[in-house]
């Protein structure tokens, strides 16, 4: 198993343009999330998703969209992209219920200059 | 909303000695779960413990073990026998057990160990 795996893993974009942070799990997991760490911060949920076709929104979703057409995959999309969205940005999973564990991907380092 | 605090940006110790992670936390719920992630410099978020707030015992992994002050609102992590692979950044987090919704993360205590 990969287990969560997140594409790129360090992007620089100007500002106003847009892209998608990939997210891939292969351990089907019901749940998926996404999650950005400021630098000296714990992580702030940005959307999570119960299931395909199903998302909402977390503490920070301004700025961003999501969309969940399979069990295995949770893009997440950055339009207009703005300073205040440089961060690292971490994708996770868990099977199901809240005390599950969640598995985290390796992260992504975003820098929108 | 729920909110996590963790006092102690920084905490070191000699290796083969314990430390104890201060976490507290708010919230006007009765059920609910507590974590602890380790996220060493590679970045990657390690689950370490967790802790189910109905349950009186304290939960216990190896070498890492929780104080779990239901009244107090407090979780406090202890990690005895330090090595020099538990340095890292460590997390407390929140969840609620009524929604479907993620963790709420505390800013992290930076765990450095001594050889």
């Known amino acids: 198993n990969a287990g969560v795996t997140q594409t790129p893993k360090f992007r620089i974009l100007k500002i106003g343009q847009s892209m998608t942070l990939q997210c891939t799990q292969d351990?089907?997991?019901?749940?998926m999330y996404w999650y950005r760490q400021d630098p000296g911060m714990g992580l702030k949920l940005i959307y999570y998703?119960?299931?395909?076709?199903?998302?909402d929104k977390g503490e920070v979703p301004n700025g961003y969209n999501v969309s969940r057409s399979t069990t295995e995959d949770f893009p997440l999309r950055l339009e207009l992209a703005a300073p205040s969205q440089t961060s690292v940005y971490f994708c996770?999973?868990?099977?199901?219920?809240?005390?599950?564990?969640?598995?985290f991907g390796p992260g992504t380092r975003l820098t929108v200059l | 909303a729920q909110t996590v605090t963790q006092s102690q940006p920084e905490m070191s110790v000699q290796e083969a000695e314990t430390v104890t992670l201060s976490c507290t936390y708010d919230?006007?719920?009765?059920?609910?779960?507590l974590f602890w992630y380790k996220q060493p410099p590679s970045r990657q978020m390690i689950l370490v413990i967790r802790?189910?707030?109905?349950?009186?015992q304290n939960a216990t992994e190896n070498r890492f073990s929780v104080n779990f002050q239901k009244a107090a609102k407090s979780f406090s992590l202890k990690i005895s026998d330090s090595q020099l692979g538990d340095a890292a950044m460590y997390f407390c987090?929140?969840?609620?057990?009524?929604?479907?919704?993620?963790?709420?993360f505390g800013k992290g205590t930076h765990l450095i160990i001594q050889p």
């Open positions: 996770a999973s868990s099977y199901g219920g809240v005390a599950d564990e969640q598995f």
């Open positions: 351990m089907n997991h019901n749940y």
């Open positions: 998703s119960v299931g395909a076709g199903i998302t």
């Open positions: 919230t006007s719920e009765s059920d609910y779960y």
């Open positions: 802790q189910e707030a109905y349950k009186q």
């Open positions: 987090a929140y969840r609620s057990s009524g929604g479907a919704d993620g963790l709420t």
